[in-house]
């Protein structure tokens, strides 16, 4: 039986989030398989991948705040905006130091804009931007707020003479593109730059959501699956993890009766609030007493409307 949840996945490098995905297909046996937004072919760590009725939740879970560790190199800029793209101009930038890093990190944190760059899966009247990238097209791009939650320099070195490099410890909003963070910090230091490394280490809010240390390799996966089903199934995080910072309530079974059938429940009937709704941006989680998931719902003038029920 297929089970229901969130595996998260230590990406490796050289490999898309879809193969990662097909991976799972494979392993799990099922084709019930998303991943909750992409990481570049070359970046590894995390990747929450949603397995049954957890593909329900994957809209809900892409949007979340991201936690990354990137290595960017001074001096040097490509038509990717990471190093594995073409050159397209060098710099010498032995000049740069760490105090001139610190002063220009200062204006990329809080809400910001970022073009989205070429070789992104934002579309262009109906194409991707990576499609068009490849047949070698640029296109204008409206730039895009995001939010810089944090943006700390963790190592700032000389590796050649000519190009110094740093460690970036970066908390962003979804959409945040972090090769372009990386070519915008080398523009405001007016040496070009490239990003040389990334590594997504969370998602979700910083004091929940999905770390590195609850994390398996495909390897390991591949392993567990041949210590049978069970031993798999317990490799899956319930779906209770993934709304954990969600408002919820806990329904008796007549509730959840009215619920799975399409019918409302009034707010006043459970442990939630109107004005705790109010204040919160999140979809609200209905749980069985034993934290099963039930539903996600929305506020409807005082009662909880099911938007997406999951299969009992």
């Not at 969600?246 to 509730?255: E, I, K, R, V, Y």
């Amino acid at each position: 039986m297929t089970p229901h949840g969130i595996v998260i996945v230590d990406k490796p490098a050289g490999i898309t989030s879809h193969d990662v995905v097909d991976k799972i297909r494979r392993i799990f046996r099922t084709k019930r398989v998303g991943h909750t937004g992409t990481l570049d072919p070359e970046a590894t760590g995390v990747l929450a991948i949603c397995i049954g009725n957890g593909t329900r939740l994957a809209e809900y879970l892409s949007c979340s705040e991201k936690r990354y560790l990137a290595e960017v190199t001074f001096g040097i800029e490509t038509n990717t905006q990471d190093i594995w793209g073409d050159t397209i101009a060098e710099t010498d930038a032995s000049h740069i130091t760490a105090a001139d890093l610190q002063q220009a990190l200062s204006a990329f944190r809080g809400r910001i804009e970022q073009i989205p760059p070429m070789v992104s899966a934002r579309r262009h009247e109906g194409k991707h931007l990576y499609e068009l990238a490849r047949k070698g097209v640029t296109v204008e791009r409206e730039a895009r707020p995001v939010e810089i939650l944090l943006l700390e320099a963790t190592e700032f070195r000389l590796v050649d003479g000519n190009h110094p490099t740093c460690r970036l410890e970066v908390i962003c909003s979804t959409g945040t593109y972090i090769r372009t963070l990386a070519h915008d910090i080398g523009q405001a230091l007016r040496v070009g730059a490239a990003m040389s490394a990334l590594r997504r280490t969370h998602v979700g809010s910083i004091d929940r959501g999905f770390h590195l240390e609850q994390a398996h390799t495909l390897e390991q996966l591949q392993e567990i699956a041949t210590n049978g089903a069970d031993a798999l199934r317990a490799a899956v995080l319930p779906l209770s993890v993934a709304v954990a910072d969600w408002p919820s309530a806990t329904l008796d079974d007549g509730q959840e009766q009215r619920i799975r059938h399409g019918h409302t429940v009034l707010v006043s009937e459970t442990e939630l609030t109107i004005e705790q709704l109010n204040a919160s941006t999140k979809p609200i989680a209905l749980l069985r007493p034993d934290n099963t998931l039930i539903a996600v719902a929305r506020l409807r003038d005082e009662s909880l409307q099911p938007v997406k029920v999951m299969a009992d």
